[in-house]
Structure formats: C-alpha cells, structure tokens
C-alpha cells in the first residue's frame, strides 16, 4: 500500500474512533465531577438508577436461569422444529423495541390475551416494576441467547459423547463439560445482553410505563429530565455509563472468581482459548 | 464372565451395517476401509448411536434390544470407550480427566500408566503417546465391562505408534476384557487382536486369526488387507500331482494344493525371490514382469513386479539396483502357494 493510502486510512480511522468517542467526552466534559456526585443524592437520579439496577440484575438472573438450558438443548440437539424456535428466538433482535412493548401490552396488557387469565390470578403485569423486568428480559435476552446457542453447538460433539461413555449423564455433562468449555463465548453474550437490559427504553416506557420510584429506570429518567433540566440528563447519562461499566466488570468477575475459588480449579486461559 | 453379544444392523449412507459378533476375554479387531461402518458400530455398542434393529448384551444384562424397546443411555453402558483423537477434556488436568470416569481407580490407574508425574498437567500439554495412555486410563476408571478402541494408534506418528503398539498389545492382554477395537491398519489389528474381522461396506467378510487370514484369504479384497498376493486363475489337475492354474494374463502358476475351477492362489510376498533372469532351481514358478513399484517397510523392500508383491530385504534390493519400469523375474515355490476356492461369480 502506498504511503499516502495509509495515511489516508489512518484518518479515516480516527474521524470513526473520534466520531464514537466525542459525545461520550462532552457528556463527561459537560458535568463536572462535583455535580456527578451531588446528581446521586438527588432523588429522581437515585430513584431511577436503583430502579435500573434491580429490574437489570432481576432480569439478568431470568435470562442466564432459563436462556442457559434451551440453550444448551438447542445447540447441542437436534429435532424437528430446531431452526423455527432459534428464529423466534432471534425474532426480539430485529423487532423495534417500540414495537416489542406494543406486542407485550397485546399479549399482557388488561385487555390483551392473556390479561384476563392473569387478573383471574390477582395478577396484573402492565405498568409495574414486573412488566420493567418483563420487557428487559424479551428485548435483552436474544443477545444471550443467541450467543450461548452458538457456543454450545461449536463444542467438540465427541467431548460430549466421552462424557456420556463416562458415566456422566445429560445433567452433569452440561455441568462439567459444557459449562465451563462455553464459558468464555458465554460470558460475552451475557455482557451484551446486560448492556442491552440496562439501556431498555422503548418497550419499557409502552409497557411498564415511567413512574418514579418504580418503572422509571435511568434511561426512562434521562428523557423525563430532558424537559425540565438538561444538566441533571446530562449527568444521569454519565452515571449510567459509569454504574454500567462497574456492573459489567462485576458481572464477568464473578464466574472468574467462582473458577479461583472451586475445589478443581479451572484456569481460565484454557478454557477461553478453546 | 459372559461374552459381549452383538447384533446391529442399521442403514448408513450407501450400505447397510449388518454385524453379527460374539467377544469373549479377548481382543476383536475390525479392519475395514474408513467409511466401512466401523466407528458407527462401536458408538452402537457404546449407546451413542441407536441401531435401526440390533440387541447388545453382556453377562445376561440387556444394554439394547429393539424388539423389546430397551436401550440404555451410554452412561448406564458400563463401556471404556477410547476415541480416535482421544477426546481428552481440555479443560481439566490429567489426574482429573482419569477420576472423571470414576475416582476410586483414579490414583491407581495414574500410577499403572506412567501418568503421576504428569497428573497436573492439561492434555494440551502432553504427547500422543501420553494422551492416548491418559484415555486408556480415562475409560478404565469406570472400571467397564467391556472396552472399545476407535482407531487407537491413528492419532500417533509413525515412531511413537511402532513403540505403543507393544505397549497397548501388552496392556490389552493384562486387562483381560472382551475388546473390541476397529482400525484401517491390518498390521495394527494383526500386532493388538486375538481376532480379526475383515469389513467391508458394513458386513465382516473374514473373522479369523491374524495367522487364518493371511493362510486363507476369503477374496482378494481380505488378501489386500493383509498384505498377501492373490491371484486369481482357473485351475485344472497337472502333472505330478500339482494343481495348474492359468491366469487371466495368460501366465501359468503350480500350486501343491488341490483345486479346481475358479480358485484365489495365495503366496506371501516373503516367500517370492526376485532375480534379473529365471534362476535353475527347485522352484516352479516363474512370473516375468516390469517393476511397478518399490515401497521400503523398514528395513525391507516391497517390490510390485506384474500381477504379485515381493519382499525383500533392502539389502537385496540395492544389491540387483531394482528401478520402477525394470524387468525381472519373480520365483516361488509351488509348495508356497495356498488355493482358495473361488464362487465362479465373486466379485474382482
């Protein structure tokens, strides 16, 4: 390559690199640090951040609980109708989250279809803190999902196989060989779609409303804040990136600090790089 | 104990595998060309594939019959399967791997094989020859009933698999389980088995011991296998008692056995001389040919001359400055030479 097409491609590098990175700075070059710290005794800013955090976790929990297992049976088994559930599960990837909370509300909502059912229960999901989880949990969850199916199907079948003539049945083979050689494609998928829970607008705001204290999570706030005080957004905004990021390294933490810690330790180098 | 008894017969993609097989305390070996059927049959013993009909029994205990429904999962199997490329788990060391299998044999076993100063060592870590002693172990653990060997020296080099065939032979013969094993390599099944089956397209055309197949080859395909020449020729009653056989090139060759009709002549390449011109002697057959191939075994030389393969030393081999393309003459004895009767119909 010539000198000047490198030079060329390293400016067109820096104008993307500069033009992902710039609204971040300003957003911290707009708080200053004092105010990042006052913004977490007001209350709104509070309120909305331990909202974020417990619907997040909450529903986090729910994806990695249930996604991991159909996961597992959908990377590593086949049968008829395999392909239709990964799309349905896909399906939440491609929809509008707009378009998501509409579809939870038809589904949920008093006088969707299985709104009469639960009110028969005493239940009812619409605009509380359940339906937050709900909506985070059917926007982010594809993000695992996807990932986790992928992981499992690219592991050696005969690994597997040697599991089973071992003496280990379906339950602990998952448990020992699947786990833990999936587990660094595992933890990124959970990353990306703890990310995507905590940044939840759309089929949050149709679907469980923005109430404070109690529907209104951060991303809810900033745009409550917008009209009224486009500093205290502006700070929200910053704290989110930095509780986010916390979080995430929290959440990658701890599978690596269960591995340090468990009777047969097992390094993570090897099983990340295979 | 009982013997394993097997009978599998399921479809695979051009052909049928129809097995029907008997293992005492002994080592079975089936020999076949990949693509014959034979991994699918041990993961059919093993429970890792369901055969279309079929029943697996040990000892009276009932592993599969598919006329009764009955088929344990592989971890009810009490089966030490070793795979092809080892299947070591990467992710736990090597004492680990061994007690993944059971963990009361686990540190005996270490021992046994070699394997203690290697035991906090990952697989990614070791050699050929020490992963496949780690399987072996691995598939011990459990402490099976039966043992299964997928091509278990595939995955060594030619060094290393020469000096683990002893080890494995010796081993096999310790444990006393009824083995089986499957592998592409004849010499391999001949250095490690009691028995041999021959497979071919899914079916055992052979079973017999290394020393029955070479004497009798059932067709040439199983001659092949083993490494001996055959020939096939129609053979009528000569003089002095010998039996003639002409060939399809037109050649004539003597046998002392008796035979009639179609027949298979077996000779084994060590017992043809190679010589640049007909030699005076004893021997009765003489086949003139073009070299068409030197392949050195070691220190010997396989040397392709027209229908048949001699070996000789490499000695020999330089001593006559034998090239490809060369003519010379190939001399047996009558009395070395075996008559297998042929169906007028069998296949080339």
Known sequence: ?274 | MGPLHIRVSHPLRVFRLEIALDVGAETVALVGPSGAGKTTFLRAVAGLVRPEHGSVAIDGEVWLDTKTGVSLPPERRSVGLVFQEYALFPHLTVAENVAYGGRARAAELLERFGLAPLAQLHPGELSGGERQRVALARALARDPRVLLLDEPLAALDTQTRAELKAELGERLRELGLPTLLVTHDYDDAAALADRIGVLVEGQIVQLGTAAELVAAPASPFVAEFTGVNFLRGAAVPGFDGLTEIRLADGSTVYSTDPGSGQVGVVVVPWEITLARSAPAGSARNHLTGLIRALTPVGNRVRVSVGPVTAEITAASAEQLELRPGEQVVATFKAAGTRLVPLAPDAPP
């Open chain 1, 1 to 274: 390559m010539t000198r000047l097409g490198s030079v060329l491609l390293a400016i067109v590098v820096a104008i993307a690199l500069a033009f992902l990175l710039l609204p971040l700075l300003a957003l911290f070059l707009r708080v200053p640090p004092g105010t990042l710290v006052g913004q977490l005794g007001s209350g709104a800013a509070l309120d909305a951040i331990l909202v974020s955090l417990k619907t997040s976790l909450l529903a986090h929990a729910i994806i990695l609980g249930i996604g991991t297992p159909v996961a597992w049976v959908l990377g590593t088994r086949s049968f008829p109708g395999r392909r239709i559930a990964i799309a349905a599960i896909e399906l939440p990837l491609v929809l509008p989250p707009a378009v998501a909370g509409i579809a939870l509300l038809a589904a949920f909502g008093r006088r969707g279809l299985l709104g009469g059912t639960l009110e028969g229960f005493g239940i009812s999901l619409p605009f509380t803190q359940a339906a937050v989880i709900v909506a985070i949990v059917f926007v982010a969850s594809p993000f695992y999902v996807r990932q986790a199916i992928a992981a499992f199907a690219s592991l050696d079948r005969t690994l597997i196989d040697a599991s089973r003539t071992l003496g280990a049945g379906p339950l602990r083979t998952f448990r020992r060989i699947g786990l833990p050689l999936a587990a660094g494609a595992l933890g990124a998928g959970s990353s990306l779609a703890f990310a995507r829970g905590l940044g939840e607008f759309g089929a949050t705001i149709i679907f469980a409303g923005s109430f404070r204290g109690e529907t209104q999570t951060a991303p809810l706030a900033i745009y409550a804040q917008l009209d009224l005080d486009f500093d205290t957004a502006v700070a929200l905004g910053a704290l989110l990136i930095i509780v986010s990021v916390a979080v995430l390294a929290a959440v990658n933490l701890i599978p690596a600090w269960a591995r340090s810690t468990s009777v047969f330790p097992i390094p993570f180098a090897s099983s990340a790089s295979r």
